[in-house]
């Protein structure tokens, strides 16, 4: 047993654990709707936070690439009449492909010239997505066919609910051998610093454009699923306001903490739903958890509460 | 053996001549260092070594090689490492995982195996941290195996950087005013630490401030003044060279 012992096997296993004890509680259908949002939600947050947290590197354009994902499955699968699975992996592997393209420009740019470089991505990709009204419905939308694998459907909200849980945990399985590789060390480094990373032998730029395709390719999957599952797709899944909340849950959650990635997106996916008298002002939601975790918890919720245990516990 | 060869090297930063038509060699096996007063091209001519600057015109050959053109992290490839004047440690990991990251090239850093968690790099990852941890030890750094980087002190931080430029097994190592902000007693530590890496048999590249520690240690030192060639020799005959002595402490004419 001793061979499979890995310090992060416990978060994974606790995780497994919520995942499998949580529709003891969820009462309804409402719930489990919040739930696999928050699921769709996580996987795209952990590959994001490889790029933010790890790598040090910001993206506010990632809606983009969850939305590519999310429109490969709904016209191939509605209008070409694809298998799902076969459409989700095509647009994952064009999402790759794109996004490879970008970084290596995008990626020579630091700091607020990276966000920039990246916001301007992201509205790009919305507009063309609002404009290809052939393809992509326009800003009225599509609908998108159910999701199915080798004619198995998800059919129940509790069925989809499995397959997102299990999903999530492939998901931070993968990332997690990333982090705890010579590949995640190296990320660490660049963010650490870049040219000190270069002289240990690190190819910064390379590990830049990986990092940045690795976690557009979480966000396409994400987004197919996405689609499948709400059965209706508009542009603004692409939107700026996307992007930024996707970069609030990893921030909130915790940099450079799998476990922080997917707790962030709980929080901010559950709290305006939950909280309906909320509803209106979301973004103050928002904004405002923002704030007040840069302020008082700099590290993100899961660093911080983690360093107050071991603290504790010593 | 010449190690390091710089042929007709130049830097032009906008109007400024950071280092104008140098030329020197290294010979394998020995302390070299680099002294000159503040602004004289000393960590120019580092950044010009380890590709961080490219060269406006010239030639930089390693072991025979030409190095001008190689990047950054491909030098660690041919063996050269180096230290920073203002320090660049990695204070988003402990003390271990920046001495890791100095052996980066000789780990397996394979994407997909290392997205699957495979076994072979959860062995790999083991003996890398086990080797980082010897060296830590062998340099003095055993308190710090279990440390942040960012809670060590200045001086720890200064060792735990060596340590990863030693981590990467160089042939040559830059070290760029390594004694720079330490007190006396660390500075003799930092002395006996450069001529245990001669040692190993590693060529030791030195810019340094303090010139005890620089007339003790040195076999070969090069001054440099306004990104040119002062004076080359030993230390005895760097201390008795004239220009050198103007250099330092000003022209005759001034004093009249």
């Known amino acids: 047993m001793k061979a499979f012992y890995k310090p992060e096997t416990g978060g994974i296993l606790a995780l497994a654990a919520i995942i499998a004890v949580l529709p003891i509680f969820l009462p309804n259908s409402f719930y489990f709707d919040v739930a696999i949002l928050v699921g769709i939600n996580a996987i795209v947050c952990v590959g994001l936070n490889l790029l933010i947290g790890y790598a040090g590197q910001i993206s506010l354009g990632h809606a983009g690439f969850f939305a590519i994902g999310a429109y490969f499955s709904g016209i191939l699968v509605g209008t070409y009449e694809w298998p799902p699975v076969a459409a989700m992996l095509i647009g994952a592997l064009f999402v790759g492909l794109l996004s490879y393209l970008l970084a290596k420009p995008i990626m020579k740019l630091r700091g607020h010239y990276l966000a920039m470089g990246t916001l301007g991505m992201g509205i790009v990709i919305s507009i063309v997505l609002n404009q290809e009204g052939e393809l992509t419905g326009g800003p009225d939308g599509m609908p998108v066919m159910g999701f199915s694998v080798f004619g198995w459907e998800p059919g129940s909200e509790l069925t989809w609910y499995w397959l997102i849980g299990g999903l999530l945990l492939i998901a931070v399985w993968l990332a997690l051998n990333l982090i705890n590789s010579p590949v995640g060390r190296a990320l660490r480094a660049v963010h650490g610093s870049e040219v000190a990373a270069s002289v240990a032998g690190v190819d910064v730029a390379r590990y830049k454009v990986l990092v940045f395709v690795v976690s557009a390719v979480f966000a396409s999957v994400a987004g197919s699923l996405f689609a499948h599952y709400s059965g209706f797709l508009t542009p603004s899944e692409a939107d700026f306001f996307h992007s930024i909340e996707l970069v609030t849950m990893v921030v909130l959650g915790g940099m450079a903490s799998v476990f922080g990635a997917v707790v962030g997106a709980a929080v901010l996916t559950t709290l305006p739903q939950l909280l309906t008298v909320f509803h209106d002002y979301e973004m103050l939601v928002f904004g405002a958890s923002l704030m007040v975790t840069m302020i008082f918890m700099r590290r993100g919720l899961v660093p911080t509460l983690q360093s107050l245990f071991s603290r504790r516990l010593k | ?256």
């Open chain 2, 1 to 256: 053996m010449t190690l390091l060869r710089v042929e007709n090297l130049n830097m032009v930063f906008g109007g400024i001549h950071a280092v104008e038509n140098l030329d020197f060699k290294i010979k394998s096996g020995t302390i070299h260092s680099i002294i000159g007063p503040n602004g004289a091209g000393k960590t120019t001519l580092f950044n010009l070594i380890t590709s961080v600057y490219r060269a406006t015109t010239g030639r930089i050959f390693f072991d025979d090689q030409d190095i001008t053109e190689v990047s950054t992290y491909a030098l660690a490839e041919h063996g050269i490492s180096r230290t920073f004047q203002n320090l660049q440690i990695f204070f988003n990991m402990s003390a271990v995982e920046n001495v890791m990251v100095g052996n980066h090239r000789k780990t397996d850093s394979r994407f997909l195996p290392a997205l699957f968690g495979l076994p072979s790099i959860r062995q790999g990852e083991r003996d890398c941290r086990q080797r980082a941890e010897q060296l830590m030890c062998d340099i003095g750094l055993e308190r710090y195996i279990g440390s942040d980087a960012d809670s060590m002190p200045y001086g720890a931080l200064k060792w735990l950087e060596i340590a990863r430029a030693l981590a990467s097994q160089p042939r040559m190592l830059l070290l760029d005013e390594p004694a720079a902000g330490l007190n006396p007693s660390e500075t003799h530590e930092i002395d006996d630490l450069i001529k245990r890496i001669a040692d190993m048999g590693i060529t030791v590249v030195l810019v340094e401030h303090d010139m005890k520690l620089v007339m003790g240690v040195s076999d070969h030192i090069l001054v440099l003044d306004s990104g040119r060639k002062l004076a080359e020799g030993t230390a005895e005959e760097i201390r008795q060279n004239p220009d050198v002595l103007e250099a330092y402490l000003g022209h005759r004419q001034r004093a009249r």
